[in-house]
């Protein structure tokens, strides 16, 4: 019989629980014996969640207190070695994530093209790997106390390798394929031991374009693992197998999951490819969006799949894992009713798997009150009048001049005369700390505690105190702060039309770094400007250029839940405008250094080549809109971080701001050699600070990182900035980490 599956469920709690545990933990508030308590605790919650919501086949393993992809390195033994002489496994485990004061963190980077960060794993010539942890086993034993059986999660082989970075030169990652898989083998052969019937392994790279070196990892690791596994749900997401289809048909596993909502066109050639013993898994409801789906539509879908493989070969499950919805929408009291009732979060996608299971398992009328729901809401989104904006859509069709108005050379000439900064000019990337009494005045004022003028006073202090810290350590560009924003893209989303706003929408970014992404339910216009307040007033208060923050139209669109009743195309040229009109209200106000951050704009690339093409050309000119009109004396920077940029150099090139800031601390400048490379022609600031571990880079250690920066760049062309916003760490160690940095610029200048 047809059965409902899910592949994995959101880790963080309804209320933020790991969060504020792993904080805790990190501050010594609670120990670890606590910590795993709290872990425990939600994991029993959200079984329990979903076998009552009708999930036959019930994740575990899919729980991490930092990166599922981290945990596998952890089980693996992969240990990096400047963290083994750490002996106890949960202090090495953070010390891997964030750092130590003598040991920098692992490279974080963006898992496929999601805004969910893992920790990417370290491979040396020689590696040895052993079975380090039984944390896939102990939870599987945990649920099945509870009375409920669960089929655990693993990241595939090939993908954990593939994912990896190499830190021997001429080393590639898939040669130590043969070290890697004994130790799959010993914890699948454990995993059948203790009577598991599943297990679900993750090659999501079988949605890339994979090499020849690949395609054969694939075969031979599947061929090593099947006799001594349970039996294997091999799953893929994110898009289309495509030239991949028969290859991941043809691996030895027992089952096939496919993602039909990013690509149902693919169903017809898995149904002709997939053996007639293995079990196919539909992901037919969108496990990376917040619409409800319409259930009559994927209905459709499932019932495709059964006339061909029939009942007993056929799941039905989300597209991917639940990890990137929020928890349940039942806690949004507050949403507009008639826009919450075309959304669902993950409990509510597990309510649609099981009514599309029952209807193919009794008949649609068995499941009829889910499906009528699922109608109405549909018609209701079709015929809603607060969707469409006929003058938004027209001037986002009108066309609109791309180029600034002079070639960089003459820019930089003008900008050099305007501002007269030193050699390697100093800088920060936006946010200060959001301390404890930040976010307790913002929560005030929220909730009609405080008026608006004592709040704005409170906000005026913070401000003009980040000013005068800023000027007594030395920084040559300053910022304001931005201690009126809760978050990069809410805070612009808020003042947007066409956005609405969740209360308890969380997902998580890494670690207990969580976000709540707007939602983007129709046409984006700016009724009226956004930062000019708070920039214009900290530029009052000091002699020193005041740079402009916004965030720019692409990373908006990704880090927002998006509409899907048009292109995202369309909607980011709408948000292009919109940050234009801002733009220009910044200039008008004296701001000469304006910011527009575009950290998405990598992971925006589509999984396959063929598509990067009319992605980037969107992408790119939607920043281009929002900069184009601004003077030459008008300095246009933007912000990168946490991606590879090796293959969309020319793109970035073409965006044309005159400086780019990106992460490079992690990878000791590695990231810089693309720009190198290229010869990028504008100016650059490659991040010597690593803002994402709690730690204080020493000046020699900035300093060395600047030298390798300026072997391929010219001096003249180099910024000295950390890697991104200060906004998670306190001020005594940004305080005494932008000490180093200025002295370290000094240093350089002499």
């Known amino acids: 019989m047809t059965r409902s599956a899910n592949l994995g469920f959101p880790r963080i709690g309804l209320h ?35 076998r009552d919501a009708g999930i036959e086949v019930i994740p575990s393993n899919d729980f991490s207190f930092y990166d599922h992809v981290l945990d596998m390195t952890a089980t693996l033994g992969a240990i990096p070695p400047r963290f083994e002489s750490l002996a106890d496994p949960t202090e090495r485990y953070f010390a891997m994530a964030r750092g130590t004061a003598a040991a920098p963190a692992m490279e974080m980077t963006k898992w496929f093209d999601t805004n969910y960060h893992y920790i990417v794993p370290e491979l040396h010539r020689g590696q040895q790997f052993r079975l380090a942890s039984n944390k896939a086993v102990d939870e599987v034993l945990e649920a ?39 130790v799959y083998a010993e914890l699948l052969g454990t995993l059948k031991a203790i009577g598991t019937d599943w297990v679900q392994i993750d090659e999501p790279i079988l949605a890339l374009d994979l090499s020849a070196a690949q395609r054969a990892a694939l075969r031979h690791a599947y061929e090593v693992l099947q006799p001594v596994a349970p039996r ?16 991941a048909a043809g691996l ?5 999951h496919i993602d039909l909502v990013r690509a149902p066109e693919q169903l017809p050639a898995v149904l002709k490819a997939l053996p007639a013993d293995k079990l196919l898994s539909v992901g037919v409801i969108d496990g990376r969006n917040i619409w409800r789906a319409d259930l009559d539509r994927q209905l459709a879908l499932v019932n495709k799949a059964w006339d061909s493989v029939g009942p007993d070969r056929l799941e039905v499950a989300p597209s991917c894992s639940l990890l990137h919805s929020p928890v349940d929408l039942e806690a949004e009291t507050e949403l507009d009713p008639e826009l919450r009732s075309w959304l669902a979060f993950a409990t509510q996608k597990l309510s649609e798997v099981s009514a599309l299971t029952l209807a193919m398992q009794k008949g649609r009328p068995a499941a009829k009150a889910a499906f009528e729901a699922s109608a109405a809401a549909a018609l209701s989104h079709r015929q809603s009048p607060r969707i469409h904006r006929a003058e938004v859509k ?49 929560a005030a004022f929220k909730h009609g505690q405080i ?5 704005e006073r409170f906000l005026e202090a913070e401000t003009e105190r980040a000013v005068r810290i800023q000027e007594r350590i030395g920084l040559d ?29 969380w997902v998580q970014s890494y670690g207990s770094r969580c976000v709540k992404p707007p939602v983007i339910y129709g046409d984006v216009s700016r009724p009226q400007a956004m930062t000019v307040r708070w920039s214009a007033y900290a530029a009052s208060l000091t002699d020193k250029p005041m740079k402009g923050m916004l965030t720019g139209p692409v990373t908006i669109l990704q880090w927002s839940f998006v509409r899907v009743d048009q292109p995202r195309a369309e909607t980011c040229r709408q948000i292009a405008l919109a940050i234009r009109d801002e733009v220009l209200d910044l200039e008008a106000a004296g701001i000469g250094i304006i910011q527009i951050d575009e950290p998405a704009l990598r992971e925006g690339l589509p999984l396959r080549r063929s598509d990067w093409q009319e992605y980037l050309r969107w992408a790119v000119d939607c920043f281009r809109i929002t900069a184009s009109a601004v003077a030459d004396a008008t300095q246009v920077h933007t912000h990168m971080c946490y991606a590879e940029f090796n293959d969309i150099m020319p793109s970035i090139a073409e965006m044309d701001a005159d400086v780019i800031s990106i992460e490079t601390s992690r990878s000791a400048m590695e990231l810089l050699e693309a720009f190198r490379d290229f010869r990028y022609p504008n100016e650059i600031g490659p991040g010597v600070w690593d803002i994402h571990a709690p730690r204080v880079p020493s000046q020699p250690e900035m300093l060395a990182l600047l030298r390798k920066a300026a072997e391929g760049i010219p001096g003249e062309q180099l910024w000295v900035n950390p890697d991104c916003g200060l906004k998670t760490r306190n001020w005594p160690e940004v305080e005494a980490s932008l000490q180093n940095l200025v002295e370290t610029a000094r240093q350089l200048r002499a």
Do not use: C
């Not at 099945?144 to 595939?156: D, M, Q, S």
């Not at 082989?157 to 130590?176: I, M, Q, Y």
């Not at 749900?233 to 028969?246: C, I, K, R, V």
């Open 144 to 182: 099945r106390a509870l009375g409920i059986e669960t089929r655990p999660v693993l990241v595939g082989p090939v993908t954990w390798l593939s994912l990896a970075k190499a830190k021997d030169d001429g080393l590639d990652p898939l040669t130590l394929l043969d070290a890697v898989l004994p």
């Open 252 to 256: 030895r596993v027992a089952g096939l």
């Open 394 to 442: 027209g001037r986002a069709a009108a066309s609109l001049p791309l180029n600034r108005a002079s070639p960089f050379a003459i820019r930089r000439a003008a900008q050099r005369q305007r501002f007269g900064l030193p050699a390697f000019p100093t800088t920060t990337i936006g946010s200060f700390p959001q301390t404890q009494e930040v976010r307790k005045q913002r």
């Open 232 to 247: 294997i749900m091999l799953t893929s997401y994110f898009g289309a197998l495509g030239d991949n289809t028969e290859l």
């Open 16 to 50: 933020r629980e790991l969060k504020k545990s792993l904080e805790a933990y990190w501050k010594g508030a609670i120990d670890a014996g606590a910590l795993d308590a709290s872990g425990k605790a939600l994991r029993a919650r959200h079984w329990q969640l979903q």
């Open 451 to 455: 008026d608006a003028a004592t709040y």
């Open 477 to 505: 560009v300053l910022v304001h702060g931005e201690f009126e924003r809760n978050d990069m893209v809410e805070y612009f989303g808020e003042q947007l039309d066409g956005f609405a706003f969740t209360k308890n929408g």
